[in-house]
Structure formats: structure tokens, C-alpha cells
């Protein structure tokens, strides 16, 4: 360490799916590789930078192998640091675990005929894990990152880097997907080199990932976690499907199939990782959802409901559910309708009135008092237009369908007196933007931002 150096080389500009990152190019006076820094962000002089070394893998990072995991790592590693605004991906030239593409494949072999990874890399000679990690720690110190929350599940990273004199403030950890190929693979790394995973021991039989939208959603979670907990409120998630005319009904805004099943599939994995699902009183009258995860196994969020006068019934499917409380807010006092709704089960929660209906910044701090960090909301179309306007979606997901409604388009209708007009939205901006299919459909997330805000 004393006597190893990294310099840099260049540094170029390179758009991704995720944003815009700068790639930086080191030599080294330790080996013969140049090592790559994927720098998102102004990271000099920061402080728990979001930091993920990652060792190079042709196979996985290149060709998408379903052997290994560390495609899927790569991806949602740039994703997560995106969504941060700010870190570092550390590409290190250790092919292998640091053995070389040659013997990897040979090790591959080995696999096949029944050895495990570790016992594949004994018997050509090698360590389990020859990887070294001095460049990695003098190139955080070169960027200058004063501490870091390394995204990992190897605590040989962590113990490596401190021994090097680097801060690891936090573990981040990343979860993978087992499926057929790699089940054995990522059992091995629990049981024999000390990686932090939780394995679930039955992977898919069939020949990709468990769920193929899980990484975009644990990064998400995640986020949506860290956020509640430094803004005092619950973080918000604007769910909707539409048109390519911008309709989410049709013209006579009965409920209307728009997404697919592999959207709707989506929206429930959605659900899953939120801790309360939000609607307003119109959708509840009109279209009695059940806001439960029905085609996903995962945890039902806690309904929520925007009800300014206490119209909701008190046999409304969202009361079905034994295992949650609904939670009503409304700007009434009205003890009747309270007593009643509180009798089959709600929470009735009384806040101040805002723009169109109960103020959502004193809906999102309650919520974060109540325990719930994350809410997805799901419509109707006055509060999808309320929360735009109002300022208040930190995560957008849109699904678009190939079909036309000449409907209802939620940004046109429910204006009053005290709303913020449609004209605001010339501020409105979006970062990190992907999109990805969904069956016949496109899903777009977004981070919605007001410059002016």
C-alpha cells in the first residue's frame, strides 16, 4: 500500500439508461490493468458517497450469464447510485475473482462436472478469491471520497478498504435472484466464503431471473427508506396506467382495463414494497378497490384514503382485509361518520385542508408519524393531478398502453378554485428516466424535480 500509485489518465463523459456518469481511466504501479472509476455526481470531499467495486465478469457484466450474479449487481448498482445522485462504481480488471478469463472458464468446467466454486479454483491452483483491493481504496482516495456506504455483500471489501485507511460508514447491501443456473453458485458464497445474502432456497426453474423488475424495485425501496427518514415524511410513489392519448379512463370514466397482465404483474410488486397504498374517496366510491397484492407474494400496504367529508362506506372492500386498517384522512368532524367507519376497522386521521381537498404535505407527515415511510398512489384522477401540481411525487411510474381512450386525462380535469393550474407544469423536469417493457406495454420511472421549487 505504502508504495502502490494510481494516476488518471482522462476522464470522458458517458450517458446511460441511468444518467449521465463520468468514466475515468487509472493506470497503476501494481499491475498491468487500467481500472475504471464510474463517477456519478460530485463525490470530492463527500461524505458516505454510495460506492460499489466491482470486479470485472465478461460473462456476466457482457453477455447477461445467468451463472453468476454479477451482471445484475453491475446494473443495479448505477441504478441505485443514480437515484442517489451521487457515487462511484469501481471497475476492477480482477476477471474471475481475480484468476483470469482463461481459468474461470476451465473452473466453469469443473462446476459443471459437480465441484463447487471454491473446489473449481483449488484445483487449478488458485485461491478461492485472489482479488486485491489497493487500487480500489487509492482510487476513493484520488476522488477524494471521505467516507463511503459500499454497496456489497462481501465483507472482505469492507475489511480490505479499512485496512487501507478507508471509511466504510455502512454496508449497503444487494440482493440477488436465484434461478436454476446460479443457485449453487450463490449457496456456495454464503457457506464457504462469508458473503451476507439471503437465499431463498427454491430459485425459478426457468432460465432468467426470479423477477425480472426486482432490482429496479429493491433500489427503490431502499431509497424510499432513506428518504422518509431524513425528511420526517413519507416518501411518495405516483402509480398510473394510461392511453397514448394521456387517458386513464374512458369518457365516461367507468373502470376501465388499461395495462396488461405483466403491468399489472408490475403494479403488485409495486405494492408489495410500499408500506401504504393511497387513493382518493372518488376511486373508492366508484370503483371499490380491494388495494391488496394479489398477483405478487408480498406484505398488503395499509390502504389509505383522501376523504375531505367522510363519504367513504363503511362497506367498502378496502375493510375486507382483517390484516390492515385503512387509514381515512378528511378535514371533517363529523363524530358520526367517524364512529362508523372507525367501527368497521379505519383509523379516521383529521388534517387541515390544502389545495382541492386535505393538505397531502400534512397527509405525508402524519404518515411518516403513523409508521409508514413509503405510500404508492394509484388515483384517482384528482389526487393524481393534486400531487403533481402540488409538488409532492419523488418517484413517477407510468405505464403506456398501445391503445386509445379519448378519455379522462387526469393533468385536464378536478381544477378548483384554490388549485395550482396546469400552467405550473412548464417547471416540471425528470431525471433518471428509464423505461422498460412490460409485456405489450412501456413503463417509464422517473424522478419528477421543480427547479423552482
Same mark, same amino acid.
Given at each position: 500500500?505504502?508504495?502502490?500509485?494510481?494516476?488518471?489518465?482522462?476522464?470522458?463523459?458517458?450517458?446511460?439508461?441511468?444518467?449521465?456518469?463520468?468514466?475515468?481511466?487509472?493506470?497503476?504501479?501494481?499491475?498491468?490493468?487500467?481500472?475504471?472509476?464510474?463517477?456519478?455526481?460530485?463525490?470530492?470531499?463527500?461524505?458516505?458517497?454510495?460506492?460499489?467495486?466491482?470486479?470485472?465478469?465478461?460473462?456476466?457484466?457482457?453477455?447477461?450469464?445467468?451463472?453468476?450474479?454479477?451482471?445484475?449487481?453491475?446494473?443495479?448498482?448505477?441504478?441505485?447510485?443514480?437515484?442517489?445522485?451521487?457515487?462511484?462504481v469501481l471497475y476492477l480488471r480482477q476477471e474471475g475473482r481475480g484468476i483470469g478469463l482463461h481459468d474461470k472458464l476451465k473452473?466453469?468446467?469443473?462446476?459443471?462436472?459437480?465441484?463447487?466454486?471454491?473446489?473449481?479454483?483449488?484445483?487449478?491452483?488458485?485461491?478461492?478469491?485472489?482479488?486485491?483491493?489497493?487500487?480500489?481504496?487509492?482510487?476513493?482516495?484520488?476522488?477524494?471520497?471521505?467516507?463511503?456506504?459500499?454497496?456489497?455483500?462481501?465483507?472482505?471489501?469492507?475489511?480490505?478498504?479499512?485496512?487501507?485507511?478507508?471509511?466504510?460508514?455502512?454496508?449497503?447491501?444487494?440482493?440477488?435472484?436465484?434461478?436454476?443456473?446460479?443457485?449453487?453458485?450463490?449457496?456456495?458464497?454464503?457457506?464457504?466464503?462469508?458473503?451476507?445474502?439471503?437465499?431463498?432456497?427454491?430459485?425459478?426453474?426457468?432460465?432468467?431471473?426470479?423477477?425480472?423488475?426486482?432490482?429496479?424495485?429493491?433500489?427503490?425501496?431502499?431509497?424510499?427508506?432513506?428518504?422518509?427518514?431524513?425528511? +420526517?415524511?413519507?416518501?411518495?410513489?405516483?402509480?398510473?396506467?394510461?392511453?397514448?392519448? =394521456?387517458?386513464?379512463?374512458?369518457?365516461?370514466?367507468?373502470?376501465?382495463?388499461?395495462?396488461?397482465?405483466?403491468?399489472?404483474?408490475?403494479?403488485?410488486?409495486?405494492?408489495?414494497?410500499?408500506?401504504?397504498?393511497?387513493?382518493?374517496?372518488?376511486?373508492?366510491?366508484?370503483?371499490?378497490?380491494?388495494?391488496?397484492?394479489?398477483?405478487?407474494?408480498?406484505?398488503? *400496504?395499509?390502504?389509505?384514503?383522501?376523504?375531505?367529508?367522510?363519504?367513504?362506506?363503511?362497506?367498502?372492500?378496502?375493510? +375486507?382485509?382483517?390484516?390492515?386498517?385503512?387509514?381515512?384522512?378528511?378535514?371533517?368532524?363529523?363524530?358520526?361518520?367517524?364512529?362508523?367507519?372507525?367501527?368497521? =376497522?379505519?383509523?379516521?386521521?383529521?388534517? *387541515?385542508?390544502? *389545495?382541492?381537498?386535505?393538505?397531502?404535505?400534512?397527509?405525508?407527515?402524519?404518515?411518516?408519524?403513523?409508521?409508514?415511510?413509503?405510500?404508492?398512489?394509484?388515483?384517482?384522477?384528482?389526487?393524481?393531478?393534486?400531487?403533481?401540481?402540488?409538488?409532492?411525487?419523488?418517484?413517477?411510474?407510468?405505464?403506456?398502453?398501445?391503445?386509445?381512450?379519448?378519455?379522462?386525462?387526469?393533468?385536464? =380535469?378536478?381544477?378548483?378554485?384554490?388549485?395550482?393550474?396546469?400552467?405550473?407544469?412548464?417547471?416540471?423536469?425528470?431525471?433518471?428516466?428509464?423505461?422498460?417493457?412490460?409485456?405489450?406495454?412501456?413503463?417509464?420511472?422517473?424522478?419528477?424535480?421543480?427547479?423552482?421549487?
Open positions: 500500500m505504502d508504495t502502490t500509485s494510481v494516476t488518471r489518465l482522462t476522464t470522458a463523459r458517458i450517458p446511460t439508461v441511468d444518467g449521465t456518469f463520468s468514466l475515468m481511466l487509472y493506470e497503476n504501479d501494481l499491475d498491468n490493468e487500467d481500472h475504471l472509476a464510474v463517477v456519478y455526481g460530485d463525490v470530492e470531499d463527500a461524505e458516505e458517497v454510495l460506492v460499489r467495486i466491482h470486479s470485472e465478469c465478461f460473462t456476466g457484466d457482457v453477455l447477461g450469464s445467468l451463472r453468476c450474479d454479477c451482471g445484475e449487481q453491475l446494473n443495479t448498482s448505477m441504478r441505485m447510485i443514480a437515484e442517489a445522485g451521487q457515487g462511484v473452473a466453469y468446467n469443473l462446476q459443471d462436472e459437480g465441484y463447487d466454486t471454491v473446489e473449481a479454483n483449488l484445483m487449478l491452483g488458485h485461491e478461492p478469491d485472489e482479488r486485491d483491493y489497493t487500487v480500489g481504496a487509492l482510487m476513493i482516495q484520488d476522488l477524494g471520497i471521505r467516507s463511503v456506504r459500499l454497496i456489497t455483500n462481501n465483507p472482505a471489501k469492507i475489511e480490505s478498504l479499512r485496512e487501507y485507511g478507508v471509511t466504510v460508514s455502512e454496508r449497503v447491501p444487494i440482493e440477488p435472484h436465484l434461478n436454476r443456473h446460479n443457485s449453487s453458485y450463490l449457496e456456495t458464497k454464503v457457506e464457504r466464503m462469508r458473503h451476507m445474502l439471503r437465499i431463498d432456497t427454491t430459485p425459478t426453474g426457468g432460465d432468467g431471473y426470479a423477477n425480472p423488475h426486482s432490482a429496479d424495485l429493491q433500489s427503490l425501496a431502499q431509497r424510499a427508506q432513506h428518504y422518509a427518514d431524513v425528511e +420526517s415524511q413519507a416518501f411518495i410513489t405516483l402509480s398510473y396506467a394510461q392511453s397514448l392519448d =394521456g387517458s386513464i379512463a374512458d369518457a365516461s370514466c367507468s373502470p376501465t382495463r388499461i395495462s396488461d397482465a405483466s403491468s399489472m404483474k408490475l403494479t403488485h410488486e409495486l405494492r408489495a414494497i410500499h408500506d401504504g397504498i393511497l387513493v382518493g374517496i372518488g376511486t373508492v366510491i366508484s370503483d371499490d378497490p380491494r388495494l391488496t397484492v394479489r398477483h405478487v407474494d408480498g406484505t398488503n *400496504p395499509r390502504p389509505i384514503v383522501l376523504d375531505t367529508t367522510l363519504r367513504c362506506p363503511p362497506d367498502a372492500s378496502i375493510f +375486507s382485509s382483517k390484516n390492515t386498517s385503512p387509514l381515512i384522512y378528511t378535514s371533517s368532524s363529523n363524530e358520526k361518520r367517524i364512529a362508523a367507519l372507525e367501527a368497521v =376497522g379505519a383509523t379516521v386521521r383529521q388534517v *387541515p385542508e390544502g *389545495p382541492g381537498g386535505v393538505s397531502i404535505p400534512a397527509v405525508r407527515r402524519d404518515a411518516y408519524a403513523q409508521g409508514i415511510k413509503s405510500v404508492m398512489v394509484e388515483g384517482g384522477a384528482c389526487v393524481i393531478r393534486h400531487m403533481i401540481m402540488q409538488k409532492q411525487v419523488q418517484k413517477l411510474v407510468v405505464t403506456l398502453a398501445p391503445m386509445y381512450l379519448a378519455g379522462l386525462n387526469p393533468l385536464e =380535469g378536478c381544477a378548483t378554485a384554490n388549485a395550482p393550474s396546469v400552467q405550473s407544469l412548464h417547471a416540471m423536469q425528470f431525471a433518471n428516466v428509464m423505461y422498460q417493457w412490460a409485456g405489450e406495454d412501456i413503463v417509464l420511472f422517473a424522478d419528477p424535480t421543480w427547479p423552482d421549487a
